[in-house]
């Protein structure tokens, strides 16, 4: 499979190119040439194969023939180690649990897949790589963990001193070997900037690649859950919607890929809190990114989500048909905090705050179509937002053991204060693998 820039300027590239690259040279988003969708019959009868026979069917023709086929058997079988639960909330709304992987965010599961992708082009030690990613909290954690002793791909983390909690703190700093974390005197957006002022310098003696979800090989694994939600739920033959918490609207782009791949999924609902660029969009046809603002579900606090372009492609830039499969609200902090007690209230589950806005997402869409099953999303366990969650609901949650393995080890940071030192730590510092 190849894949094109959407700024349409620079040259395809196949799946291997797109991962190392992350980002196209004219800094447009990769996205596949062609997505077939799977066999009507296989969907039909999805309850039939494994979470690892559905998540290969999936893929495979986004990986090609680069990738043989029991190789990426076996990269899928050691990324989906871990259960993806539909647990019931009430008659109409259902969640789907993507926490339980071993930093207990979804987005485990798309750096775990890219890290041994990356191993995989890596396997003879001649194409080695510098993930460097800047971190809010979850993402660094995630792909620390992921990519934890990956052979020839060093992983350098930037995250912003004093600003992520002590959990996401020891997640990123704890693990050694090849990864390095940098604690940066700043906020995330001078980690963002250091990044960024990084891919463009000439100066940089390595090969350095991106880990968010603008990556492809972060993006597209997420498409799995959505099978995996269905697998559960289709036999109760009501029309399955899903609301999904958003940012960067990755996962929720992977959502519409699974749809195009031939999932009858009736509709999508993007969740927000207030940095409202997509709802506003959808209201009043204007794209107007916006600087981010601070809420208590700190991972969508996107005021550009990267991927809403990847969105717009897939329905050939016309909004009216946007419209028709795709709806965007979105919560301040108070209502969701509400939401979280209405949540325990009613049924006892204990949401985190990105699940909660996800749920209100649902509750919205219900008003007008109350028959349908709709799945919000829990993004996070409640234990990595423990500050905001025992504050609003009247628990203590217990802290579950792979959060508690991280606690007992020492940090290890190197404090970095401007450009010219990550500069200097890239060039210097000695490879490890
Ligand atoms: C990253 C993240 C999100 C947002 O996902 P996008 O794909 O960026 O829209 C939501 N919730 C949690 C807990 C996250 O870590």
Not at 120 to 128: A, G, L, T, V
Not at 270 to 284: G, M, R
Not at 357 to 385: D, M, R, W
Not at 392 to 407: D, F, G, S
Request: proline letters at 5%; glycine letters at 6%; a negative charge.
């Amino acid at each position: 499979m190849n894949y094109y820039s959407l700024h349409k300027k620079s040259p395809n590239v196949s799946f291997q190119e797109a991962i190392v690259n992350g980002l196209a040279p004219d800094r447009g988003l990769y996205f596949p040439e062609s997505i077939t969708p799977l066999a009507k019959e296989f969907i039909d009868n999805l309850d039939q194969y494994s979470n690892e026979e559905i998540a290969f069917e999936a893929i495979k023709q986004f990986v090609g023939d680069e990738i043989p086929e029991a190789v990426l058997q076996e990269i899928i079988k050691d990324t989906l180690s871990f259960d993806f639960p539909v647990v019931p909330i009430d008659e109409n709304t259902a969640t789907l649990e993507l926490f339980h992987g071993p930093t207990m965010a979804f987005k485990d599961v798309g750096a775990r897949f890219m890290a041994r992708c990356l191993g995989y082009f890596n396997r003879n030690n001649s194409n080695k790589v510098t993930v460097l990613v800047a971190t809010s909290g979850d993402t660094g954690g995630a792909v620390a963990h992921g990519f934890l002793g990956v052979k020839g791909v060093d992983v350098v983390i930037l995250y912003p001193s004093g600003k992520v909690s002590d959990i996401q703190e020891k997640q990123l700093t704890t693990l050694g070997q090849n990864i390095t974390a940098l604690e940066v005197a700043g906020v995330f957006d001078d980690c963002q900037d250091m990044v960024k002022s990084a891919f463009l310098d000439a100066d940089i003696q390595r090969t350095l690649t991106s880990a968010n979800s603008i990556n492809i090989a972060r993006w597209l694994p997420q498409m799995f859950y959505f099978f995996f939600a269905y697998k559960q739920v289709y036999k109760q033959q009501k029309e399955v919607v899903f609301s999904v918490p958003s940012g960067n609207f990755g996962n929720i782009c992977a959502g519409i890929m699974a749809q195009k791949l031939g999932l009858p999924i009736q509709h999508f609902v993007a969740a927000t809190n207030i940095n409202d660029t997509v709802p506003n969009y959808l209201i009043n046809g204007v794209y107007e990114p916006k600087p981010s603002k601070a809420t208590i579900s700190n991972a969508m606090d996107v005021g550009n989500p990267s991927n809403f372009i990847r969105i717009q492609e897939l329905f050939h830039q016309d909004i009216n048909a946007l419209k028709q499969a795709f709806s965007s609200y979105a919560f301040t902090d108070d209502i969701t905090r509400n939401a979280m007690k209405t949540i325990y209230e009613q049924s006892g589950y204990i949401a985190d705050p990105h699940g909660a806005v996800g749920y209100l997402g649902a509750k919205e869409y219900l008003q007008q179509h109350p028959n349908s099953l709709c799945i919000f999303l829990e993004t996070a366990h409640p234990v990595k937002f423990l500050d905001v969650v025992e504050s609003t609901l009247p628990v203590k949650v217990a802290i579950p053991e792979q959060i508690k393995e991280v606690l007992d080890k020492p940090k290890e940071a190197t404090f970095i204060r401007s450009y010219d030192e990550l500069k200097a730590f890239l060039n210097t510092e000695i490879v490890t693998l």
